[in-house]
């Protein structure tokens, strides 16, 4: 009991920073749902005649606009979305007529399914490289994969895509140019299609985290206490994985989740490449059809899980470091 | 996109904030550049002497169509082919240098600018509006700037003023936080100290104490958002939200070619391979000014 | 505890006509010339001498440590009879940790911060006691961590080395080092930068280990002081050599070379002058217990 206690009272300053940062997130949220919608509706132009488009009579333009109920001043509406948007309203999309919450929902699952496959294979992938490269550290091996980096970040994303469109689509054969999952009939079939995207946004995060796992592992290595472990005898690997690695984890897992939010962005260019229907794909249809409720309801998602997943970051490196998750005496 | 932020972070972390050069002048700062750099410095040298150059180099019109078959292979008169319309890839992809160059330095040079001053001020102010500032800048970073400069572009129309404007304020926030954590290492200095000591306004001490100290913060800061912007332009244009039509323009190049990737990879291979090797360039360099503006390793 | 040396076991530590490089630009330079150094079993020798005499890096190289940049141009050490630099990675861990223990300069430093104290001390238990099922290595890193004087030490297994003070850090450290039971035990200069309390309270619990085990140890430091209570032995470096080495009540009372003589004269002392100052220094004009002060 008193045990117990005594851990509750270690593990409290710990709740409070979460409960900071999770509150932090959340105004952040707030604003950046006024930002989208500010970007959407207020900017030069009237939403429904841009939805309209230049054709558009008189009549019809001032029909669309009581609909939307666009006399209301901003920030009614604004209210009014955000609450009807919180409580799963998404809005009735302008092109289709459809409710936006309806024809969502297979994108987004297949956007998360995406992401998910991506970063399954990116986590162990990248932190295995770095871990190669900071053993290995000035050897051919560890300059080659550095150079090899540096050119991996240097590439932008959808030109890997298309690089690996030409190379095992078009010449070799090997794979799909187009990730055109609807189609998919089994698991093996899927993920025969999603090759080709998969392997471009892991070339695009992987040099990153593989850079930040080496530098740090190296500098862990150097530690003073990875020295005295190696002088207590200890098994060299046990002293890699156990004593050093933990270490080392804060900044790739940072990096990593630094990732994980950029593959929000970044995957909505390669679902574009590969016309994977996803979340991105929408969101650029969305907007090349002025489809106001649909962009954002899509923006605000993927701000949302780019807020989440820079939250997750925050609590997941806190979490790592017992300096933060106990009280010191 | 992030690719070149998180490049930013590398180079952020590679070297210490540039601290006041050690030996000051051109030729000692060219001195301290890698070869690395240097070559890039050359190869970035040839790419802006080819855009500028274009209208006399390129053997045919940009726009013309049919200027030979459709997807022509590449031959003695068209080096790199035809597109799907029979217009000459070499030749588009010349002119399609001019449209990056100019479109990413633009939104780079906005960004330092703005990015720059704010920093300066923020860092200069302190206290509440500096808090708030900050805030306000993380916020909207936390925005993928991919899905606002869809927004933005997508609600304004595509244009070049739109897309260079755009892309360069995305970059604001994170050139404003480099810019005044440079700025802070000086603000409590002795000569700045000095300086308002001296009586000197806010206004002075920020543009003749701290300014040249952040200089090079700055040149790194633009040489950085060069690569960003060539990317993020590249890629709204790959969206269909870049310069419109006639304007030759890379990341459209692909975009258009892709349909036609089975006929002939030409007028796709091309201009990707331009960009990629534009944005390694510069990013080379970058690192390169980094590494000789930082102290010595 | 006098050093008696079974007349057919080698010596525990053998040192043998040591030289050692290090490598500055393009040139090596020796910091260790032909060192000549023989410890016994059970003996406590204690090694002083300036910083940048030597002595970490003879300690480093006691452990069998290589680093680049640093080379053995001459002669040997030998522990047990083993010539080291013939050892093999395995030999060499089975040596490190389970014969030789060791106390790192910094215990802060020297503790994996994501470890607690328990599983620290088991990690050397489980590498070097295999025989020891989970449960008995609990209790004897309980034992140990008692013994280097917790008062709780099965709460203190429970916590995470920052939680704890520089004193509590340093006695951890030394807990890892004897929690193997070890024949011989390296400390590198531990006392440094600890406040006299601590520097006590330490010397107190070595003085206390010695009495109650078989342990030789070897203990470095540049503060004579601090090495009077615990050794028998004092051999001061000086250059990369030994200069000189005694008895502790010997080289405290009639150092020979003129270094030992400078090291012995900056001993503080809070009583009255010793017998042995009254030569050197009178000509000063202060009160030589106060001109060292």
Redesign the interface.
Known sequence: MAEAVRRLDEMNPLLWLVLRRVLLSF??FL??SV??FT??DI???DTAQ?ALGREATAESVAILRSEMRLSDPAIVRYGRWLGDFVSGDLGTSMVSKRPVADYLVPPLRHTLLLGAIVLAVHIPLSLFLGLVCALTRDTPLDLGLSALV??A???????VG??L??VF???LGWFP?LALIDQATSWTDMLYMLTLPILALNA?MT??VV?QTR?SMIEVLN??????????????L?IVL??AL??ALGPAINAIA??A??L???I??IE??FNYPGLGRL??EG??F?DVPI?QAI?LI??GT??AL?LAADIGTTL????LR???? | MSDSKIFAEWIAAASVPPARPRRSGTRAFLARLPRAARVAALVLLVYALVSALAPWLAPFSPAEIFVGAPFEPPSATHFLGTDALGRDVFSRVLYGGRTALLMAGGAALLTTAVGGALGLVLSYCGGLADEIGMRFLEVLASIPSVILALLVVGALGPSIAVVVVTVGLLAVPSSTRVVRAAALAFVAEDFVLAARARGEGRLAIALREILPNVAGTLLVEFSIRTGWAVILIGALAFLGFGAPPPTPDWGAMINEGRGGLDASIWPVVAPAAAIAALVLTVNLLTDGIARALGPAR | MTSSIPSRRAPLVHVERLTVEYRQGGTWRPVIRELDLTIGRGEAVGLAGESGCGKSTLVSLLLGETRPGRRIAAGALRVDGHDLSTLSPAQLRGLRGRRIGFVPQNGGTSLTPTRRVATLLEDVLRAHRPELAAPARRARAREQLAAVGFPDPDGALQRFPHQFSGGQQQRIALALALVSEPELLLLDEPTTGQDAQIRRALIDLLVEIRRQSEVTIVFVSHDLLTLSDLCDRIDIMSEGRIVESNATAAVLARPVHPYARRLVAAVPRLDAPPPWRNGAERGDGLLPGVATL
């Open positions: 105004v952040s604003v950046v930002i989208i970007a959407v900017l030069p132009g841009r540096l050119v970040m240097s590439v932008p994303d959808f030109v298309i690089f469109i030409v689509s078009v010449e140019p695009a040099a990153y850079r530098d530690s003073d206490f990875v020295r005295v472990a190696r002088l207590r005898g200890l098994p060299p046990q156990a004593h933990p270490s630094l990732n939010a950029w929000v962005g970044g909505v260019v574009a490449v969101l650029v907007v090349r002025h962009i923006a993927l701000s780019h807020i820079n790592l470091n017992p300096k106990t009280r010191s005496s």
